[in-house]
Structure formats: structure tokens, C-alpha cells
């Protein structure tokens, strides 16, 4: 055969792959909504998804796929063998929930009070155990492996449950070759996958700034030193990184969110403290910025006669960023789902623990849009009126499957 059939039968291959996974998702459609909204009444905080993890788990053995529970606390990991060599596929789901007390009037509205799926991590699970399902059906067309992570607490911030399941060991035994995930949101219409290569989503820092003076007299200032007066100048001289200091193509964000100091108009207190956050895109940018938060308080400190400490919180989330080459192929691979339509989106200043994965396997992280307005699914993730439309779940299961039939056979 020369290799322009090879070619052509290959595309065959997949056309007929992707018309019969829609096919056979519309045989799982109601299961995977029932699933996401037996979730979405019972949601549970990070790290107390309990109830999600025993789910999921007698999902995965139902279908014949091993499960691995108590992972990083309540994280489960799922495997299924292909029936041929191949490469190992990870797919991944994050399943809590949100301290926030849902105003949606649905029949399956959150039985917990002040607490909600106010980012769709319900629906994240539902369609990765949509994709199983349909993976499981069709095992004996999977090459490779696939491994299906549900993770806890992605909404904890430096504590997410990514970290802990790598060091867990998920992604090694065996080795992940591809690691992909995907994020329901509403600013993208109904259906529209949306994603990009390179850093799509922010690398969130939160420091912590210190100022210690010298407290006096109001009517004296000159026999104090004042840390107000101190914050004030600190504040105006941070905005200088990124006016000054950072490459202006380079897209970086650093806000003062927080001044305390003081407790009477007449009395120049002791200590101020500042606090705020800063938002890279680039590792090499993030790591100078922060030498640079440290050295312009300190000197601005030294120069009004104050100290200062600078701390910065550890294990906050990195830079998610997509491999460029596997976004173009996954962009590729999302347009041939009938019924969808796939966009390149612009970075967001959000941040998000599979960046932590994407550190130890090429991947990519995608959007699917479920804004509907004649639904209600206008409101922006974390809100209390945060709604999905459940019509794209299917889409969302088909997507995760694809990739791993393509990417099993790469
Ligand atoms: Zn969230
Ligand atoms: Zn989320």
C-alpha cells in the first residue's frame, strides 16, 4: 500500500471511529446526566469527596476497569488495558465542590448547605466516566492504556490533590506518555471546545509585605517612621515591575488587594502589612518578578529608615501550559466531533493544578463552553447561580475518548 492510502485509510479509520462513538455516547447520554446530578445533590469539599470517590469507583469496576482508591485521600485511579501495544493515556477529572450555597432551582439542587458545584467538577467527573464507558466498550480497539484520574480538592490551591497524586505515583507504573483534562465554562456558547498551545492559564502567587516602623505622635512625624507613609510609597513602587521592570510582552498582573495598619487618626502605628497577589504566564518571569517584589520593598523600606520581611506562599499552583505541537493535533482531533465547534482561546489569569501533570507529561487542557441562554447557563463559573447545560456532556465524554483512541495509537 503506498503511503497516500495508508493515509486515506487511517482518516477512514478515524471518521468511522468518531461517528460510532457518537453513536454509542447516545446509549450513555441519561447515565452520565444521571451521574452528574446524583454529584451535584450530594457535592463535597475538597479533599471530603467521599461519596464522589465510592461512586466513581463502583462505576469503573461495573465497566471492568481496575480502580485504585485513597489516593492523595479520596483521589481514585482507574486503569484499562488496550488490546494492543500503544501508549499510556491519561485523562483526568477533578471532583470537588465549592463553599458556596447554590441559588439554582433544579430537582437535583445541592442537599448541602453552603456548599455547591459551582464549577462543574460534577459534570467533569460524569463525562470521564462517559468516556470509560465508551473506552470500556470498545477496549478491543484501544491501543495502549488508558488511565483515568479523579482527583480531589483542585479548588485548594497550593494544598490541590494533583501534587499528592503524583507523589502517589500516578503518573509513572506505567509511564504517562499523554496527560489531557478539560474545564466546562460559560463564557464559550454550548458546544464550543476552546483551547491553545503554550500557557493558557496563570500562575497565581500571594505575597505577604511587612513594613516595620516606628510609631509616634500624629503631629510628629519626623520623630517616627511611619509605615503607612512607608506602605504607600511600596505600593506605588511595585507598580513600577510591571511598568518598568518586567518585558511588556510578557503578560503579568501585580495588585496590592490588601493594606492593614493603624487604630486611631492621631497615632502613627508601629507596622503595616500589605498583602496581594501577582499573576504570570512564564516561569522565568514569575521567578525574576518575585526577586524583584523582594528587592523594590526592601529598598524602599531601607530608604525611609523601615524594614521589612516579604513572604511569598509556597506551593501555589505553576503555569498551566499546553505543549504547542499536541494542541494543534487535539484542535485537529476536536473539529471532527459532529455538533461541536472548536475555537483557539486567549490565556486567562485563572490558575489550575493540572498544570502540576503537564510538569511531568506533554498534554493539553481544554475548555468546553456550556453557555446557554435560554437555559440560564449565563453565569460565570464559582457563581451561585452557575448552571451547565447538560446537552454538551456527551460531547465532553466523546472528546476524552477520542484522544485517547488517537493518542493510544501515536
Ligand atoms: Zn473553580
Ligand atoms: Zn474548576
Given amino acids: 500500500m503506498c503511503a497516500r492510502e495508508a493515509m486515506l485509510k487511517q482518516e477512514e479509520q478515524k471518521r468511522r471511529l468518531v461517528s460510532h462513538l457518537l453513536r454509542e455516547v447516545g446509549k450513555y447520554e ?20 467521599k461519596d464522589t470517590a465510592r461512586l466513581v469507583a463502583s462505576q469503573l469496576e461495573s465497566l471492568g476497569i481496575k480502580a485504585v482508591t485513597g489516593i492523595a485521600g479520596t483521589g481514585v485511579l482507574g486503569i484499562l488495558e488496550g488490546s494492543s501495544r500503544g501508549k499510556v493515556v491519561a485523562l483526568r477529572a477533578d471532583m470537588d465542590a465549592l463553599p458556596v450555597e447554590e441559588n439554582v432551582n433544579v430537582p437535583f439542587k445541592s442537599r448541602k448547605k453552603g456548599v455547591m458545584h459551582a464549577c462543574g467538577h460534577d459534570a467533569h467527573v460524569a463525562m470521564l466516566l462517559g468516556a470509560a464507558m465508551l473506552l470500556a466498550e470498545n477496549k478491543q480497539n484501544l491501543c495502549g492504556a488508558v488511565k483515568f484520574f479523579f482527583q480531589p480538592a483542585e479548588e485548594e ?23 489531557f483534562g478539560l474545564h466546562v465554562v460559560t463564557n464559550y456558547p454550548s458546544g464550543v471546545f476552546a483551547l491553545r498551545g503554550g500557557p493558557v492559564m496563570a500562575a497565581p502567587d500571594t505575597f505577604k509585605i511587612r513594613i516595620y516602623g516606628k510609631g509616634g505622635h ?26 518598568r521592570m518586567i518585558d511588556q510582552t510578557q503578560p503579568f498582573a501585580i495588585s496590592v488587594c490588601s493594606l492593614h495598619a493603624g487604630s486611631k487618626h492621631n497615632i502613627i502605628p508601629d507596622e503595616s502589612i500589605l498583602e496581594g497577589t501577582m499573576r504570570t504566564f512564564d516561569e522565568k518571569v514569575r521567578s525574576r518578578a518575585k526577586r524583584y517584589v523582594t528587592r523594590v520593598s526592601d529598598a524602599i523600606c531601607r530608604a525611609f529608615g523601615a524594614r521589612c520581611e516579604t513572604e511569598f506562599k509556597t506551593e501555589t499552583y505553576p503555569v498551566t501550559s499546553n505543549n504547542s ?61 452557575f448552571k451547565v447545560d447538560e446537552d454538551v456532556l456527551k460531547y465532553g465524554a466523546v472528546s476524552l475518548a477520542k484522544l485517547a483512541f488517537e493518542f493510544g495509537s501515536d
Avoid at 441519561?30 to 469527596?49: G, T
Avoid at 502517589?168 to 499523554?178: C, F, R
Avoid at 517612621?225 to 511600596?234: A, C, G, R
Wanted: some cysteine; aromatic content about 6%.
Fill in 30 to 49: 441519561s447515565e452520565i446526566i444521571r451521574i452528574r446530578r446524583q454529584i451535584h445533590s450530594n457535592p463535597e469539599l475538597a479533599y471530603m469527596e
Fill in 157 to 179: 490551591g497550593g494544598r490541590g490533590g494533583a501534587k499528592p497524586m503524583i507523589e502517589a505515583g500516578v503518573m509513572s507504573k506505567p509511564k504517562v506518555d499523554y496527560v
Fill in 325 to 385: 505541537k499536541l494542541a494543534v493535533k487535539v484542535a485537529r482531533s476536536l473539529k471532527e466531533i459532529s455538533g461541536t465547534h472548536t475555537v483557539e482561546c486567549d490565556p486567562i489569569l485563572g490558575a489550575e493544578d493540572f498544570s502540576r501533570f503537564l510538569q511531568k507529561a506533554p498534554g493539553v487542557y481544554y475548555f468546553l463552553g456550556t453557555g446557554n441562554k435560554k437555559k440560564g447557563c449565563v453565569y460565570p463559573n464559582h457563581s451561585a447561580r
Fill in 218 to 243: 500624629g503631629s510628629e512625624p519626623h520623630k517616627t517612621i511611619d509605615p503607612i507613609y512607608v506602605s504607600s510609597q511600596v505600593i506605588n513602587a511595585l507598580q513600577g515591575i510591571s511598568a
